[in-house]
């Protein structure tokens, strides 16, 4: 148990102590079964992908997660199940020192809901507002590959299987990148996790700064599986599939050696993709400087 | 918007600012259909009953709610519908200025997930804990009226128009003691809301605090309709019903009087019931001092 936790499950309510000169931060994601996850994913991977989505929020405002509740909707009584699924939060809960601190559970149609809370020091959350003209873009990791992962279940792709692993992994066990998040703080002028699709969550974060972005098609991340295929796909997974659960984030461009020793220090790349603009659209180039504007990319629903 | 929210919903999470020397106090529910609401519950009383649960349980612990996160899955587009449930549900947040800073929803079978959050000055929460041998009970309002109105709605109970509405509306609208458990905070040595049955819930209260309890049948306080009915029905749903959402709570003799000025302040019947013994047995007592103990009274499941 935390030392900050006074009280955890067991009373009408928890009671729980947030550091000095700290604000709590607080998210809450509802996950059910056909939408959220796949039929096909294993109770482990639903534990760990509950807690990782909600961690990703966290993430993305720079926060130290703290403490959880679960609430639950459970089929019927099935104990191995919920075995797994308990193996699968709780291996992720111990890895950032979260503690379950409430939780209610009833019998119905599978249903998860987690409330994850945190802190930042007062003033140093990430916000999607804050980018302004000039602000470089970034992505961590790679962008597509739950994507493909879907559209290999719904059997609108093909894969080898390995390729099929490999992404499958990525979309029932994302990584939420909470150190980096919290490295973040100090450096990133504005920051929002990518779980619509990268473009639709950019477009977000862009209207909260009240500012547009040119981006770079042919820097956009992607893992050597969508490498292979993209030839076929192009660049759409990587533009508009969701779940992938990175940071998309904006920085002043003297911060660009910093972001680049952060790489290094987690191991995670960190990709420039592209630029902070006045006005407030988004508009795509190519290797060539050749401009893709929505309309001519068919993607209409990406206009600000 | 409350001053204390720096960032509501619209970003990654929230960021809340609890007070200096102040502890968050924080609970959760899941609700879903035909488990904790009837299928002839309106949409505004499940709004109102989702956030009114969660307030009963800050109440338990002397908390001042803040704010709340809501999950909710909805079966189908029914506008209409949501409107009033988002009455009941924020005519009481209003009421109570809470701020709701947190928000997802799917579609599915109905499910309601709330989380509420408060704060208490540090070390001032009241616990299950802390009930002392010699410590009077009490409840707030009367016992077993919800249970009436589930025993009516089963066919099992008939009651005449007035009294269905009565006992209804006691289920469908519980008022939870949010401002009476503000002021218990200085005065009880342990709370905890009835919501599961007035002995399930003492019993959680008893284990808590390794103690046991006297309690005075006679004394249980009950509404006009239930007192009308006793002939046929006695103490049971009073004593185990749930959905009552009054507080039960332990205070040292010499708290009588202030207990009783908040009746008075409050306009809120609070009713000593009993009284705190060593051991971990509840003995119940008639008005002539005979005893009926779990055995005696059919009540087997009330050992503690």
Redesign the interface.
């Known amino acids: 148990v935390r030392s900050d936790v006074?009280?955890g499950i067991?009373?009408?309510?928890?009671?729980?102590?947030?550091p000095?000169e700290h604000?709590?931060?607080?998210?809450?994601?509802?996950?059910?079964a056909d939408?959220?996850f796949h039929s096909s994913a294993t109770p482990h991977s639903i534990g760990h992908k509950a807690l990782a989505v909600n961690l990703s929020?966290?993430a993305?405002?720079g926060?130290t997660p703290a403490?959880a509740?679960?609430?639950?909707?459970i089929p019927d009584i099935d104990e191995r199940w919920l075995e797994k699924f308990c193996d699968g939060f709780f291996y992720l809960a111990k890895l950032y020192d979260i503690d379950l601190?409430?939780?209610?559970?009833?019998?119905?149609?599978l249903?998860v809901?987690i409330?994850l809370?945190g802190w930042?020091p007062?003033g140093a959350?990430l916000?999607?507002s804050g980018a302004r003209s000039g602000d470089h873009i970034y992505i961590t990791g790679t962008l597509g590959d739950a994507g493909l992962a879907l559209m290999h279940l719904k059997g609108l792709r093909d894969l080898l299987p390995d390729q099929a692993a490999t992404v499958r992994q990525r979309l029932d066990y994302p990584c939420p990148r909470v150190e980096l998040g919290i490295q973040l703080r100090s450096l990133a002028s504005a920051?929002?996790?990518v779980s619509d699709g990268f473009v639709a969550d950019l477009r977000h974060l862009l209207r909260?700064s009240a500012v547009g972005a040119e981006i770079y098609l042919d820097e956009l991340p992607i893992s050597k599986v969508y490498q292979s295929l993209y030839g076929e796909i192009g660049w759409e997974p990587a533009l508009t599939s969701g779940d992938d659960y990175e940071l998309c984030f904006t920085a002043a461009p003297d911060r660009d050696d910093e972001i680049s020793t952060l790489t290094e220090l987690f191991d995670i790349p960190i990709t420039r993709v592209g630029t902070v603009t006045i006005g407030s659209d988004i508009v795509f180039f190519d290797r060539e400087g050749q401009q893709h504007s929505p309309k001519h990319t068919g993607y209409d629903h990406f206009g600000v």
């Open positions: 006074s009280l067991g009373d009408d309510a928890a009671l729980l102590d947030v000095a604000q709590l931060v607080t998210t809450t994601d509802v996950l059910i939408v959220h929020d966290l993305a405002m926060a403490w509740t679960l609430g639950m909707i601190v409430g939780g209610d559970t009833a019998r119905g149609p249903m809901a409330q809370m930042v007062r959350a916000k999607r920051a929002i996790d909260c």
